[in-house]
């Protein structure tokens, strides 16, 4: 298996001087689905933002190695917390935004929202404007315009913790179903331990100050019977000790 | 007990005052040419049509609104909107918009005369710097409130660079606030309309000055009434097409 993002040594800071985390090192294999708990605070949304370019690593690198180059794809693609649907562009067209300006016929585009509507289960949605969507449909477009550039990558910032508890376990259900479909890697924020675990091949704990990865918790349970097992509950119970230690020792940094 | 249809009641209202207003103008109590009735209003419609009076002035006057409509928007909203993204250009202009902003349009009359005479240029001018100042500070807000999230989406979907944010973002998101500081020009354009024709350019203002000289005053207010008509019927075609192209709005 490849490595598909690597980081070395990376550090990002806003202010020029204080790091929000530093010497971070991470290896994301190709269609592994790693998830990402942490202190709040640790700049879990930042390490997926400086992995998509969308902010300037401040030391180290990030390198980001996709199987293969096709013009009518894009590497990365992100599934942010609030949906941020543009409200003026019917559903089909949000999902194309990121189509625009690569090489993709207009064939292609209704094909990718016909195909991407199926996955996340919204086939006649097209025409609808954002506002007439329900919170949990609007996140499924989001997921939807992400898979419609067919990325290799996905990263995900708390895509469901807007959501109530039950729109929030079907789309666990639905991502896991479209990530065994599709095999992208996928990097995935939460501040959701059970979310984490239940998801994740691997959870990393993001802690510390300046941040770094303290811990690292292989999940390796059965997926078809995560939710329930007891190796799942241990799992659980864990991740959140070890969250939990490392909040007490953020509070006792001065 | 069955409720009575808004329009009706809004109906009644209009009706009532008109009705209110011919008594009193017939009583007798106040000369005619103080207060003339509304009854008048139609005769001297005719009156100002046959002698094509109200269509030379009223196609006079819509001329200078729409030219300084037109200069006064294009203006505001691009500058408004430069203002907003350019964090130097916003510093520069604040003292500017300071000392100019609160000079009312029709202070600029003596310039206007001075730098165009007494011609149709002079009146679209001063039409459109009401009009200016109104879309300049609406599209400034405007760019200013969009919604960062959906820029750094659109920066997230490889759209980086300034003119694909500026389309497919910024524009689009201070849509609704540029349309309305445009619809609010509609309607302040008409305030300054009569007042640039005061001093003798051909218009609905001139006519209104020429009939108050005469003591007509039933055309003065036949003038005041076209104005309404000319606005209600502007706003009207407006907020249409507003509807149209924010249709993605609940």
Same mark, same amino acid.
């Given at each position: 298996?490849?490595?598909?993002?690597?980081?070395?040594?990376?550090? *990002?800071?806003?202010?020029?001087?204080?790091?929000?985390?530093?010497?971070?090192?991470?290896?994301?294999?190709?269609?592994?689905?790693?998830?990402?708990?942490?202190?709040?605070?640790?700049?879990?949304?930042?390490?997926?933002?400086?992995?998509?370019?969308?902010?300037?690593?401040?030391?180290?690198?990030?390198?980001?190695?996709?199987?293969?180059?096709?013009?009518?794809?894009?590497?990365?693609?992100?599934?942010?917390?609030?949906?941020?649907?543009?409200?003026?562009?019917?559903?089909?067209?949000?999902?194309?935004?990121?189509?625009?300006?690569?090489?993709?016929?207009?064939? *292609?585009?209704?094909?990718?929202?016909?195909?991407?509507?199926?996955?996340?289960?919204?086939?006649?949605?097209?025409?609808?404007?954002?506002?007439?969507?329900?919170?949990?449909?609007?996140?499924?477009?989001?997921?939807?315009?992400?898979?419609?550039?067919?990325?290799?990558?996905?990263?995900?910032?708390?895509?469901?913790?807007?959501?109530?508890?039950?729109?929030?376990?079907?789309?666990?259900?639905?991502?896991?179903?479209?990530?065994?479909?599709?095999?992208?890697?996928?990097?995935?924020?939460?501040?959701?331990?059970?979310?984490?675990?239940?998801?994740?091949?691997?959870?990393?704990?993001?802690?510390?100050?300046?941040?770094?990865?303290?811990?690292?918790?292989?999940?390796?349970?059965?997926?078809?019977?995560?939710?329930?097992?007891?190796?799942?509950?241990?799992?659980?119970?864990?991740?959140?000790?070890?969250?939990?230690?490392?909040?007490?020792?953020?509070?006792?940094?001065? | 007990?069955?409720?009575? %249809?808004?329009?009706? @009641? +809004?109906?009644?209202? #209009?009706?009532?005052?008109?009705?209110?207003? /011919?008594?009193?103008?017939?009583?007798?109590?106040?000369?005619?040419?103080? #207060? %003339?009735?509304? =009854?008048?209003?139609?005769? =001297? @419609?005719?009156?100002?049509?046959?002698?094509?009076?109200?269509? =030379?002035?009223?196609?006079?006057?819509?001329?200078?609104?729409?030219?300084?409509?037109?200069?006064?928007?294009?203006?505001?909203?691009?500058?408004?909107?430069?203002?907003? #993204?350019?964090?130097?250009?916003? +510093? =520069?202009? +604040?003292?500017?918009?300071?000392?100019?902003?609160?000079?009312?349009?029709?202070?600029?009359? %003596?310039?206007?005369?001075?730098?165009?005479?007494?011609? /149709?240029?002079?009146?679209?001018?001063?039409?459109?710097?009401?009009?200016?100042?109104?879309?300049?500070?609406?599209?400034?807000?405007?760019?200013?409130?969009?919604?960062?999230? $959906?820029?750094?989406?659109?920066?997230?979907?490889?759209?980086?660079?300034?003119?694909?944010? $500026?389309?497919?973002?910024?524009?689009?998101?201070?849509?609704?606030?540029? @349309?309305?500081?445009?619809?609010?020009?509609?309607?302040?354009?008409?305030?300054?309309?009569?007042?640039?024709?005061?001093?003798?350019?051909?218009?609905?203002?001139?006519?209104?000055?020429?009939?108050?000289?005469? $003591?007509?005053? /039933?055309? &003065?207010?036949?003038?005041?009434?076209?104005?309404?008509?000319?606005?209600?019927?502007?706003?009207? &075609?407006? &907020?249409?097409?507003?509807?149209?192209?924010?249709?993605?709005?609940?």
């Amino acid at each position: 298996m490849a490595t598909v993002i690597h980081t070395q040594d990376l550090a *990002v800071s806003f202010d020029g001087q204080t790091p929000v985390f530093a010497g971070l090192n991470i290896a994301i294999e190709e269609g592994e689905f790693v998830t990402v708990v942490g202190v709040s605070g640790a700049g879990k949304s930042t390490l997926l933002r400086v992995i998509a370019d969308l902010i300037p690593p401040f030391r180290g690198s990030v390198k980001v190695d996709a199987p293969r180059v096709d013009p009518t794809r894009r590497q990365i693609a992100m599934v942010f917390q609030a949906a941020n649907l543009m409200p003026w562009r019917r559903v089909a067209d949000n999902i194309t935004l990121g189509l625009e300006g690569i090489d993709v016929s207009d064939t *292609v585009k209704r094909e990718r929202v016909t195909r991407t509507l199926a996955l996340v289960g919204l086939d006649d949605y097209g025409d609808r404007w954002p506002h007439q969507l329900s919170g949990g449909q609007r996140q499924r477009i989001g997921i939807a315009r992400a898979l419609a550039v067919e990325p290799d990558i996905l990263l995900m910032d708390e895509p469901f913790g807007a959501l109530d508890a039950i729109t929030r376990t079907g789309l666990q259900d639905e991502l896991l179903r479209i990530w065994q479909e599709t095999r992208k890697s996928i990097l995935f924020v939460t501040h959701d331990i059970e979310e984490a675990v239940y998801l994740g091949d691997r959870v990393l704990l993001l802690g510390d100050t300046p941040a770094r990865i303290v811990n690292e918790y292989p999940v390796a349970i059965d997926r078809s019977a995560r939710r329930e097992s007891e190796a799942f509950v241990r799992r659980v119970d864990e991740v959140r000790s070890g969250l939990q230690d490392a909040i007490t020792a953020a509070a006792a940094t001065p | 007990m069955k409720q009575t %249809p808004r329009y009706v @009641l +809004a109906a009644s209202g #209009l009706l009532g005052f008109l009705l209110v207003w /011919e008594a009193i103008a017939r009583s007798g109590w106040i000369e005619v040419h103080l #207060l %003339p009735p509304p =009854s008048s209003l139609p005769s =001297s @419609l005719l009156s100002e049509i046959q002698a094509g009076y109200w269509q =030379s002035m009223v196609v006079a006057s819509l001329r200078h609104y729409a030219a300084g409509f037109v200069l006064g928007s294009l203006l505001g909203v691009s500058l408004g909107v430069s203002v907003a #993204l350019f964090p130097r250009v916003e +510093a =520069s202009q +604040a003292w500017l918009a300071r000392v100019f902003r609160p000079i009312p349009p029709l202070a600029w009359i %003596p310039f206007a005369i001075i730098w165009f005479g007494i011609t /149709e240029t002079a009146a679209a001018f001063i039409i459109s710097i009401g009009i200016f100042w109104i879309n300049y500070f609406t599209a400034m807000a405007a760019v200013q409130a969009v919604d960062k999230d $959906l820029i750094e989406v659109a920066r997230a979907f490889g759209h980086r660079s300034f003119l694909a944010l $500026l389309r497919k973002v910024i524009l689009p998101g201070a849509a609704p606030g540029i @349309l309305s500081g445009l619809r609010a020009g509609l309607g302040q354009g008409w305030m300054t309309v009569v007042a640039a024709e005061l001093f003798g350019i051909a218009g609905i203002g001139q006519r209104m000055i020429e009939a108050s000289g005469l $003591l007509a005053s /039933e055309v &003065v207010v036949l003038y005041m009434f076209s104005i309404a008509l000319l606005y209600g019927a502007s706003d009207y &075609v407006f &907020v249409h097409i507003q509807s149209r192209i924010l249709a993605w709005q609940r």
